[in-house]
């Protein structure tokens, strides 16, 4: 029996229509990500990462429709990215001010990306938190950042995100 949940699955040009851009610009930075449907039928997180303004990232997200995600403890992410490390974060609810994060390598070619729910860290503006982990109860936001500390363009193709 096949017990994954289907977070997010890249089928229609609809489906990139409720993501939602935010870059450093919301502080003064120069960054400028956009997300569209590829070619192939996949979400496109591209752009540039500027360190001009003190800036120094770029991010993607959308909110959940069915945010109740008990029994479930792995997110598998199946991507293409460009050999650049990039963050998947995860919100419990939408009014938190913080982010679950876990941290990931792109090779450049599809891979599924396997990131347990216990090796997800809390963290906000980029400082880890001392707060208990991610709770695995309630999902209501998901998101992609690339913020590596340095100015780079960046290439992240999304198939698809559930959880097991």
Same mark, same amino acid.
């Given at each position: 029996?096949?017990?994954s949940l289907m977070i997010? *699955?890249?089928?229609?040009?609809?489906?990139?229509?409720?993501?939602?851009?935010?870059?450093?610009?919301?502080?003064?930075?120069?960054?400028?990500?956009?997300?569209?449907?590829? *070619? #192939?039928?996949?979400?496109?997180?591209?752009?540039k990462v500027s360190l001009? $303004?003190?800036?120094?990232?770029?991010?993607?997200?959308?909110?959940?429709?069915?945010?109740?995600?008990?029994?479930?403890?792995?997110?598998?992410?199946?991507?293409?990215?460009?050999?650049?490390?990039?963050?998947?974060?995860?919100?419990? $609810?939408? &009014?938190?001010r913080h982010s679950y994060?876990?941290?990931?390598?792109?090779?450049?070619?599809?891979?599924?990306?396997?990131?347990?729910? @216990? #090796?997800? &860290?809390?963290?906000?503006?980029?400082?880890?938190?001392?707060?208990?982990? &991610?709770?695995?109860?309630?999902?209501?936001?998901?998101?992609?950042?690339?913020?590596?500390?340095?100015?780079?363009?960046?290439?992240?193709?999304? @198939?698809?995100?559930?959880?097991?």
């Amino acid at each position: 029996m096949d017990n994954s949940l289907m977070i997010h *699955d890249f089928t229609d040009a609809d489906s990139v229509r409720d993501w939602r851009v935010v870059d450093d610009v919301v502080m003064g930075g120069r960054s400028n990500g956009a997300f569209t449907l590829s *070619d #192939d039928g996949h979400g496109l997180f591209s752009g540039k990462v500027s360190l001009e $303004n003190y800036g120094g990232f770029s991010s993607v997200r959308q909110r959940v429709r069915d945010p109740e995600v008990k029994s479930h403890t792995t997110f598998v992410i199946r991507l293409k990215g460009d050999g650049k490390n990039y963050q998947f974060r995860v919100k419990s $609810n939408l &009014y938190q001010r913080h982010s679950y994060i876990g941290e990931f390598e792109t090779t450049g070619e599809w891979q599924e990306i396997i990131i347990s729910v @216990d #090796d997800i &860290y809390p963290a906000f503006r980029g400082r880890k938190l001392r707060m208990p982990p &991610y709770p695995a109860e309630d999902l209501s936001e998901i998101a992609f950042l690339i913020g590596n500390k340095k100015a780079e363009s960046f290439r992240l193709e999304i @198939d698809w995100i559930k959880m097991q």
